[in-house]
């Protein structure tokens, strides 16, 4: 059978970065030079210029392709190529020419949104969205010219393109995001795209015998008027038991389901239901039906400012890694101001849970190998009422922190009578910010933190009652994260679903790059990513701290952070920063049956 991997999606939800001139590099630095140096990520993927999507892996090497505007810094101006970037351990990141770029009628107003599948007799394929010339989307194919080669350097456009055109029931605009393939086991192919049917967000299936001649279920596989177009689908398969992840066209078997993933043009997040699917009707069913077809009712994969996430299965390690986009939430005059815009979040390992329902993510294990300096607190500190308490000896600005809480009683934990307020998290989180006193909770970390604390980004836990049920919220508080003015600075949140009056503890972990927060709670049961923009990081370091407003004690388990060191990303050679490509190591290319 073949090897699945990468999407590119980026249809409506842009993100640029743009390389500084070579004047601006050789002038002498500005205090704003510093602050953007500041903000600039170690270890999370940034393209040298403009913007970026998702990942393969094929022949010893992982693969990133991204959109890619060779004309400005602003999307609506040219058209969009692929950009391409490898390596050879998801950390360290080489660019490439650009893989494909807008050329022929199929695509001449840009090359968009899509996927890469491996083909039998190891043929890397691509199926994307080009904008043709009457500016309708419409669905190419491309090949890699030398499959042998493991950088994949060229891609042939076939003429016969577009293979799939656009459906008269469709509107010009709405055509798109051709996911990873998977094979039925009648021995077709199925893509899912995304698409708006008379007037109804529709998730499509089309099959085909040989990747070229496609054609279209009669029966969608989600369909819903009420959320708005979706975009980005994500359809693949998840063990029921253990961690292992599941080649793409893994169906029929027993111990397997599958994950359906939209993204949501309305509400900028994406949204995931846990089900089965009937690869006979390509159908599929919820395990949780009654969350209904508005996707906007499901599971999210992440509470904060992440948006039109791709899986990818790695052969390599036989995980489900997951990517997803975090542009900036300051303004556009910043982002060319700074050179760049956008970044993704750091790989996610990503596994079903035990309840069958949701999914759990995790850093993917090789992020230890940046850990440097360790540091961390003594195991059972107390933590009383008011307690803020700072952990010295790692950079806190570029770091790895994992604390395990341990609460006493949850007997002081707030009452909520009305349960309409348990209903937005979010709303929920700005209400009962980290500045306000509570029962059990908030506590947790004080990141990016000023040493007066006028600046400070808090990712904390509550406790809610209701009804004698424990709910546990988790909260990534940006309000205080930067004195700015014209940054989005909400308060991001989503409860934690465990049961926290068997358990008592609860783990947080807080990746620490810079610009990017990214938070995992209750072992991943639930994610927030944030961006900040902290004033203070142009003249000072950051502060790292742990603190308990609630009026009850909390104990700290467990706390060890550690220094993580700068990757090489994409770096051009001979610039400002002083760093090369990284060097790539190749492995023999494994088969997945």
Same mark, same amino acid.
């Given at each position: 059978?073949?090897?699945?991997?990468?999407?590119?999606?980026?249809?409506?939800?842009?993100?640029?970065?743009?390389?500084?001139?070579?004047?601006?590099?050789?002038?002498?630095?500005?205090?704003?030079?510093?602050?953007?140096?500041?903000?600039?990520?170690?270890?999370?993927?940034?393209?040298?210029?403009?913007?970026?999507?998702?990942?393969?892996?094929?022949?010893?090497?992982?693969?990133?392709?991204?959109?890619?505007?060779?004309?400005?810094?602003?999307?609506?101006?040219?058209?969009?190529?692929?950009?391409?970037?490898?390596?050879?351990?998801?950390?360290?990141?080489?660019?490439?020419?650009?893989?494909?770029?807008?050329?022929?009628?199929?695509?001449?107003?840009?090359?968009?949104?899509?996927?890469?599948?491996?083909?039998?007799?190891?043929?890397?394929?691509?199926?994307?969205?080009?904008?043709?010339?009457?500016?309708?989307?419409?669905?190419?194919?491309?090949?890699?010219?030398?499959?042998?080669?493991?950088?994949?350097?060229?891609?042939?456009?076939?003429?016969?393109?577009?293979?799939?055109?656009?459906?008269?029931?469709?509107?010009?605009?709405?055509?798109?995001?051709?996911?990873?393939?998977?094979?039925?086991?009648?021995?077709?192919?199925?893509?899912?795209?995304?698409?708006?049917?008379?007037?109804?967000?529709?998730?499509? !299936? *089309?099959? /085909?015998?040989? +990747?070229?001649?496609?054609?279209? $279920?009669?029966?969608? @596989?989600? =369909?819903?008027?009420?959320?708005?177009?979706?975009?980005?689908?994500?359809?693949?398969?998840?063990?029921?038991?253990?961690?292992?992840?599941?080649?793409?066209?893994?169906?029929?078997?027993?111990?397997?389901?599958?994950?359906?993933?939209?993204?949501?043009?309305?509400?900028?997040?994406?949204?995931?239901?846990?089900?089965?699917?009937?690869?006979?009707?390509?159908?599929?069913?919820?395990?949780?039906?009654?969350?209904?077809?508005?996707?906007?009712?499901?599971?999210?994969?992440?509470?904060?400012? !992440? *948006?039109? /996430?791709?899986? +990818?299965?790695?052969?390599?390690? $036989?995980?489900?890694? @997951?990517? =997803?986009?975090?542009?900036?939430?300051?303004?556009?005059?910043?982002?060319?101001?700074?050179?760049?815009?956008?970044?993704?979040?750091?790989?996610?390992?990503?596994?079903?849970?035990?309840?069958?329902?949701?999914?759990?993510?995790?850093?993917?294990?090789?992020?230890?190998?940046?850990?440097?300096?360790?540091?961390?607190?003594?195991?059972?500190?107390?933590?009383?009422?008011?307690?803020?308490?700072?952990?010295?000896?790692?950079?806190?600005?570029?770091?790895?922190?994992?604390?395990?809480?341990?609460?006493?009683?949850?007997?002081?934990?707030?009452?909520?009578?009305?349960?309409?307020?348990? @209903?937005?998290?979010?709303?929920?989180?700005?209400?009962?910010?980290?500045?306000?006193?509570?029962?059990?909770?908030?506590?947790?970390?004080?990141?990016?933190?000023?040493?007066?604390?006028?600046?400070?980004?808090?990712?904390?836990?509550?406790?809610?009652?209701?009804?004698?049920?424990?709910?546990?919220?988790?909260?990534?508080?940006?309000?205080?994260?930067?004195?700015?003015?014209?940054?989005?600075?909400?308060?991001?949140?989503?409860?934690?679903?465990?049961?926290?009056?068997?358990?008592?503890?609860?783990?947080?972990?807080?990746?620490?790059?810079?610009?990017?927060?990214?938070?995992?709670?209750?072992?991943?049961?639930?994610?927030?990513?944030?961006?900040?923009?902290?004033?203070?990081?142009?003249?000072?370091?950051?502060?790292?701290?742990?603190?308990?407003?609630?009026?009850?004690?909390?104990?700290?388990?467990?706390?060890?952070?550690?220094?993580?060191?700068?990757?090489?990303?994409?770096?051009?050679?001979?610039?400002?920063?002083?760093?090369?490509?990284?060097?790539?190591?190749?492995?023999?290319?494994?088969?997945?049956?």
């Amino acid at each position: 059978m073949a090897r699945l991997g990468l999407a590119v999606c980026a249809a409506s939800f842009h993100l640029f970065l743009l390389l500084a001139s070579t004047s601006s590099l050789r002038r002498a630095p500005t205090e704003a030079d510093t602050a953007n140096h500041a903000r600039r990520t170690a270890y999370h993927f940034q393209p040298a210029k403009n913007w970026q999507n998702g990942p393969m892996y094929h022949n010893g090497m992982y693969h990133l392709f991204y959109q890619y505007n060779p004309h400005s810094a602003l999307w609506d101006i040219g058209n969009l190529s692929w950009g391409h970037s490898v390596s050879g351990d998801l950390l360290n990141w080489a660019a490439l020419d650009t893989a494909l770029d807008p050329t022929s009628p199929f695509d001449a107003n840009g090359c968009w949104s899509g996927s890469a599948t491996i083909l039998p007799g190891a043929l890397p394929a691509i199926l994307y969205t080009g904008i043709d010339a009457s500016k309708e989307q419409v669905q190419n194919v491309a090949f890699a010219k030398n499959p042998s080669d493991p950088l994949l350097r060229e891609w042939e456009k076939p003429a016969y393109n577009p293979v799939i055109a656009l459906p008269p029931d469709v509107p010009g605009d709405n055509f798109r995001d051709p996911s990873t393939a998977w094979l039925g086991r009648d021995g077709l192919w199925r893509i899912a795209v995304s698409a708006e049917v008379d007037g109804v967000a529709s998730t499509l !299936v *089309y099959r /085909s015998e040989d +990747f070229v001649r496609w054609e279209r $279920n009669a029966a969608p @596989l989600h =369909a819903s008027r009420a959320a708005g177009m979706v975009e980005c689908p994500d359809m693949f398969p998840v063990a029921e038991n253990g961690e292992d992840g599941l080649v793409t066209s893994t169906n029929g078997a027993g111990g397997v389901r599958h994950v359906l993933k939209l993204s949501v043009m309305d509400t900028l997040q994406d949204y995931y239901m846990v089900g089965t699917y009937d690869d006979a009707a390509d159908a599929f069913s919820p395990a949780e039906p009654e969350r209904g077809d508005d996707c906007r009712s499901w599971r999210r994969l992440d509470y904060g400012h !992440v *948006y039109a /996430s791709k899986s +990818f299965f790695d052969v390599r390690k $036989n995980r489900r890694v @997951l990517w =997803a986009w975090a542009n900036e939430s300051d303004s556009q005059a910043d982002d060319v101001a700074r050179g760049w815009s956008g970044v993704q979040t750091f790989p996610r390992k990503m596994w079903l849970a035990k309840d069958g329902k949701q999914l759990l993510q995790w850093p993917i294990v090789e992020i230890e190998t940046l850990r440097r300096k360790r540091a961390g607190l003594r195991r059972g500190t107390r933590l009383g009422a008011g307690a803020v308490q700072e952990i010295v000896g790692v950079a806190r600005s570029q770091a790895d922190v994992e604390v395990v809480f341990k609460i006493p009683s949850l007997e002081e934990a707030e009452r909520v009578d009305d349960p309409n307020r348990l @209903l937005d998290p979010q709303k929920l989180c700005g209400e009962k910010g980290a500045a306000v006193r509570g029962g059990v909770g908030p506590f947790g970390l004080l990141v990016m933190a000023s040493g007066d604390l006028h600046e400070h980004t808090a990712v904390f836990f509550r406790v809610f009652r209701h009804h004698d049920k424990y709910k546990l919220l988790m909260c990534t508080d940006l309000t205080k994260s930067s004195t700015r003015a014209g940054v989005y600075k909400p308060a991001y949140g989503g409860f934690v679903d465990m049961d926290i009056d068997d358990h008592k503890t609860i783990s947080l972990r807080t990746l620490i790059d810079h610009s990017v927060v990214e938070s995992f709670g209750g072992g991943g049961r639930a994610c927030i990513t944030a961006r900040v923009y902290p004033e203070h990081v142009a003249t000072s370091s950051s502060h790292l701290y742990v603190f308990n407003n609630g009026s009850d004690a909390v104990k700290v388990a467990k706390l060890e952070a550690w220094d993580l060191a700068t990757a090489t990303v994409n770096v051009v050679v001979g610039d400002h920063h002083g760093l090369v490509a990284p060097a790539l190591e190749l492995e023999p290319t494994r088969t997945t049956q």
